[in-house]
Antibody
Framework: QVQLQESGPGLVRPSETLSLTCTVSGGSISTYHWSWIRQPPGKGLEWIGYIYYSGSTNYSPSLKSRVTISVDTSKNQFSLKLSSVTAADTAVYYC?????????????????WGQGTLVTVSS | QSALTQPASVSGSPGQSITISCTGTSSDVGAYNYVSWYQQHPDKAPKLMIYDVSDRPSGVSNRFSGSKSGNTASLTISGLQAEDEADYYCSSYTSSSPLDVFGTGTKVTVL
């Protein structure tokens, strides 16, 4: 059974960089697309971006200038960095796996999710 | 990139059927058969219920079904059960962004 687990600081100061890691267990990170999705308290879902196991990425146009997603296949992990954070970046951050439909690996939909981690931006 | 429009809330009695709409545009829902639906219980991660408009992942109850007409996709829950009480989000591929757009979310209440 594939499991995803987010880890990282729960509190980040304004203007600093938010850093999270997602560890994948029960399966290989290879072949799939891996995403970060966030949800501000009481609000809806926002797709931040994704990375293919080979390293190619795609980011939300609204966050592109501040986001970096990277992958470490040797550790079965992928990571998120979001720079220059403000209170508007306070959210539960989820990591998730894209699915394989037929023989095609797709960035979405997301068939496995981490439990989510709340990151609060505050001084 | 505007979110897809969903009703804020939908309710029904146990055993009834309810339908949640997801309205987009000719650049997303209307153009592609890549609409997904997620169920989210409080303080839990979303769960994939429907993908590619009407396909169900293994293990998802056949009480959940999806459809699409024009720019509007729909999720129908038949035989409503107490455990179906949750938030539901649609998402769609869009030509306006490299990433799918999510819906605004619908809270389903079982009366």
């Amino acid at each position: 059974q594939v499991q995803l687990q987010e880890s990282g600081p729960g509190l980040v100061r304004p203007s600093e960089t938010l850093s999270l890691t997602c560890t994948v267990s029960g399966g290989s990170i290879s072949t799939y697309h891996w995403s970060w999705i966030r949800q501000p308290p009481g609000k809806g879902l926002e797709w931040i971006g994704y990375i293919y196991y080979s390293g190619s990425t795609n980011y939300s146009p609204s966050l592109k200038s501040r986001v970096t997603i990277s992958v470490d296949t040797s550790k079965n992990q992928f990571s998120l960095k979001l720079s220059s954070v403000t209170a508007a970046d306070t959210a539960v951050y989820y990591c998730a796996r894209g699915t394989i439909v037929g023989a095609t690996s797709r960035p979405s939909p997301f068939d496995y999710w981490g439990q989510g981690t709340l990151v609060t931006v505050s001084s | 990139q505007s979110a897809l429009t969903q009703p804020a809330s939908v309710s029904g009695s146990p055993g009834q059927s309810i339908t949640i709409s997801c309205t987009g545009t000719s650049s997303d829902v209307g153009a592609y058969n890549y609409v997904s639906w997620y169920q989210q219980h409080p303080d839990k991660a979303p769960k994939l219920m429907i993908y590619d408009v009407s396909d169900r992942p293994s293990g998802v109850s056949n009480r959940f079904s999806g459809s699409k007409s024009g720019n509007t996709a729909s999720l129908t829950i038949s035989g409503l059960q107490a455990e179906d009480e949750a938030d539901y989000y649609c998402s769609s591929y869009t030509s306006s962004s490299p990433l799918d757009v999510f819906g605004t979310g619908t809270k389903v209440t079982v009366l």
